[in-house]
């Protein structure tokens, strides 16, 4: 359980560097406590659309993979995350990107973020 909410919480504060840096990512809230509640959810939506879906699709692209040499991985990622902004906007949080770009460089920023905080707290498995 620990571990899972470790991974929520880089997750997160993954999302909310993304969300600051890359212009086409909006997380619009009041004031910090709520916008910390947005991301966290968010978040969650963004580990069970990884958990849930990512996989599926990454089967049915496995012939991309092959002709990409992986790079279809980050076409993969964005698509994730511009879901995970459809799902937030169905279930009324804050949080949106507009279009395909903005979830390419967020997915980017969300991978690179969420590197560094795994190698500065790693799991204790």
Do not use: C, Y
């Not at 359980?1 to 909310?16: E, P």
């Not at 169905?90 to 507009?98: S, Y």
């Amino acid at each position: 359980m620990l571990r899972f909410v470790g991974k929520t919480l880089i997750n997160a504060v993954a999302i909310w560097v993304a969300a600051w840096i890359v212009k086409g990512i909006t997380l619009t809230s009041g004031d910090w406590e709520h916008k910390a509640l947005t991301v966290v959810l968010v978040a969650l939506i963004f580990g069970l659309v990884n958990f849930a879906i990512k996989p599926i699709v990454k089967l049915f692209s496995l012939p991309l993979f092959i002709l990409t040499l992986g790079l279809i991985t980050f076409v993969i990622n964005a698509l994730m995350l511009w879901l995970t902004s459809w799902a937030s906007g169905k279930l009324h949080l804050n949080f949106h990107v507009d279009g395909f770009v903005a979830a390419l460089l967020g997915s980017l920023i969300i991978s690179v973020v969420a590197w560094a905080l795994h190698m500065l707290f790693p799991d204790k498995d």
